[in-house]
């Protein structure tokens, strides 16, 4: 488990209680069900093929614990897992050791409740708190969900590969890079209502 990572609760706008707590091993059959369901859709996530089996789930959450300064966080309502998130260090070292790479997925039935936002308000908390300088994010231009959450968040465009992805019942969309500067997120805190109440 990531240093300083602990589960919280809190409640959705409709009053149903919401844990946010770090992924462990025994998630990984509740984890793979999520993700077989989200790459079904396929206009949510570029991933095509999920994990052959659990075990392979299993031995990705291990590799993803043993790295230093990332998060596995999951969310869970009413005992089930409803979403998943994470946070990743740059892969070269120092170069970008200041920046995270955020993935989220959250379950059908349950975006637009406040899933989504609870969990990168504690993201972007957590970010802070490990010392990164930046959040960031790519997003299909089509997810017009995803986009307003992550402005609500403080997330402004960095810019965009046109027609890099073609989507079914969609067309071609274009990959949205977006990206959160905490010290400017701290500045302006009043200003960005996601991150100011994440949990401590």
């Given amino acids: 488990m ?3 990572t602990t589960p919280h609760h809190t409640t959705l706008p409709d009053g149903r209680p919401l844990l946010l707590r770090p992924a462990q091993e025994e998630d990984a059959a509740a984890l793979l069900a999520l993700l077989t369901r989200v790459v079904a859709e396929q206009v949510y996530i570029g991933t095509e093929r999920p994990p ?7 031995r ?3 590799a993803l614990a043993r790295r230093r300064r990332a998060l596995a966080l999951v969310a869970e309502v009413g005992g089930h897992v409803v979403g998943f998130l994470t946070l990743e260090p740059g892969p070269f070292g120092q170069k970008d050791a200041h920046v995270a790479t955020l993935g989220i997925m959250v379950a059908p039935g349950f975006r637009g409740q406040g899933v989504g936002t609870a969990m990168v308000r504690y993201a972007v908390s957590w970010a802070r708190r490990h010392a990164f300088e930046k959040v960031q994010l ?3 231009a089509s997810n017009a969900r995803a986009l307003a ?3 609500k968040c403080g997330f402004v465009e960095e810019g965009r590969r ?3 992805y073609r989507l079914p019942g969609i067309g071609t969309v274009d990959a949205v890079h977006m990206a959160l500067f905490l010290a400017q997120e701290d500045h302006h805190q009043e200003e960005q209502p996601c991150p100011s109440s994440a949990p401590t």
């Fill in 52 to 58: 052959e089996s659990i075990e392979a789930e299993r």
């Fill in 162 to 164: 046109r027609a890099a």
């Fill in 2 to 4: 990531p240093t300083g």
């Fill in 60 to 62: 990705w959450l291990r």
């Fill in 138 to 140: 790519e997003v299909f």
């Fill in 149 to 151: 959450l992550y402005r």
